[in-house]
Each structure stands twice: as C-alpha cells, then as structure tokens.
C-alpha cells in the first residue's frame, strides 16, 4: 500500500527551462510534505517543504505546491540548472498530533536530468 | 563538519554473519532514525528513538536491534545477516517529531552487500 507516490520516473528539461515534478497521496493525515533531492552515493538533502495550511511555499529557484482537495503537490524548479541532475522524492508525514511520531513516508524518487 | 555520518560507507560480508552501523548527530537533535531503501529504491523507516528510548518499530524482523548509547547516536546490529538485508540504510535525525513541520536530516548511507 504505497500512500506517496511519484509516478513520472524521469524527467529531462533543458537548462534554463522549468522542472516540474508531481507526487500524490492518499492518507488525508498527512499534513506536512517535504522535497528532498538526493546525488549517486550521497544521503536524502532536504530541498523544501510545505505545511498543509499552506498552498505555496517558495525558496529560491524552488516553489512547491499544494493541493489538499487532489491529495497532490509538485515541486517547480525555475530555471532548471545543469547541476539540479538528481533523485527527488517527495515525502510526508502526519506531523503534530499524528500517531507516527515523525515517521516519513516517502515516494519512488523522480529521476529529474537537466541538458546543458 | 558533518552533522549526520554513518560508517561504514560500504559493508560486504557473508551471509549468517552479524555486523553493527554506527551513526552519529552533532546537530543536538532529540531524534534518530533507521531508513533503509531497497533495490527498487523505497526509503523506509525501520525504527525511530526519541532521548535513547524506541519509539517506532516498523515490523522489522528481531535480527535487526538499534541501540542508542546516547541521544546523538543511534547504532544498528543486525544478528544473521540475510540475501535480503542487502540495501543501502540511512540514518536521519530531527529535532522534535511532534512539532508540525519537524524536518530530518540524513547520513550519507551504508550500503550493505550480503553475500
């Protein structure tokens, strides 16, 4: 029973295009979602997140939206960068008052390719 | 200075072997945890300790024990290695997983080849 799911595998966008990668869910707990961008042999970074009682949080380059009514947020990366070749998975968990006690439950990844 | 490391990077061992990953935080986080991704790359948690107490257990199998000396270390041993336990396990730690935006910061990875 996967409850976060990246369902486009691969991406490739040219440099100085937008990225825009998606992610679904389907516990209507989870109110707390979480990008993170992860490099061959290296650990998960965290990119960016978002609380559910927003519909935007934007850092940068990065902006990730929600849509709680669609279970569904994405991540818009603008303008893409050679160097933003990376895994990103989406994340949520249940936040305060859940019953996970900080337990994240992560998406397949989405392997994102950017052209010079 | 890395603030979540784990070693050993890679691990290569025989099957029926046990074998320890350590894992420290300098971040002065009160949580740690296990994830451990597989070969079709899930990240799943394992176990979460809260101040060296267990928190999360996620159904693994008892051949896998944490052990947590102190808050900013987190070790995990695992008795009669099996096929199956090969994997890349990351360690994480936040800061308050109550909270509403609690976010964890992960280790490098160990990946684990059984032979």
């Known amino acids: 029973d996967q409850q976060v799911k990246q369902n486009s595998p691969s991406l490739s966008v040219q440099e100085g295009r937008i990225s825009i990668l998606n992610c679904d869910y389907t516990n209507s707990m989870f109110d707390y979602f979480l990008w993170y961008k992860k490099y061959p042999a290296e650990g998960p970074t965290f990119l960016i997140s978002?609380?559910?009682?927003?519909d935007k949080n934007e850092d940068g380059r990065f902006t990730v939206f929600l849509n709680k009514s669609a279970k569904h947020l994405s991540l818009h990366i603008v303008p893409s960068q050679p160097g933003d070749s990376a895994v990103y998975f989406c994340?949520?968990?249940?936040?305060?008052?859940?019953?996970?006690?900080?337990?994240?439950?992560f998406g397949q990844g989405t392997i994102l390719t950017v052209h010079p | 200075d890395t603030a979540v490391s784990q070693t050993p990077k890679y691990l290569v061992t025989q099957m029926g072997n046990d074998k320890s990953i350590k894992c420290e935080q300098n971040l002065g986080h009160d949580t740690m945890y296990w994830y451990k991704q597989d070969s079709k790359k899930f990240l799943k948690i394992m176990f979460s300790?809260?101040?060296?107490?267990?928190?999360i257990n996620e159904t693994v199998p008892n051949r896998f024990s944490p052990k947590s000396p102190d808050k900013a270390h987190l070790n995990l041993h695992i008795n009669s290695l099996e096929l199956g336990d090969s994997a890349v396990y990351f360690c994480a730690s936040s800061q308050d997983p109550t909270g509403s935006t609690d976010t964890q910061y992960f280790g490098p990875g160990t990946r684990l080849t059984v032979l």
């Open positions: 994340a949520a968990s249940e936040g305060r008052g859940g019953t996970s006690y900080g337990k994240l439950t």
């Open positions: 300790y809260n101040n060296k107490e267990l928190i």
């Open positions: 978002i609380s559910s009682i927003k």
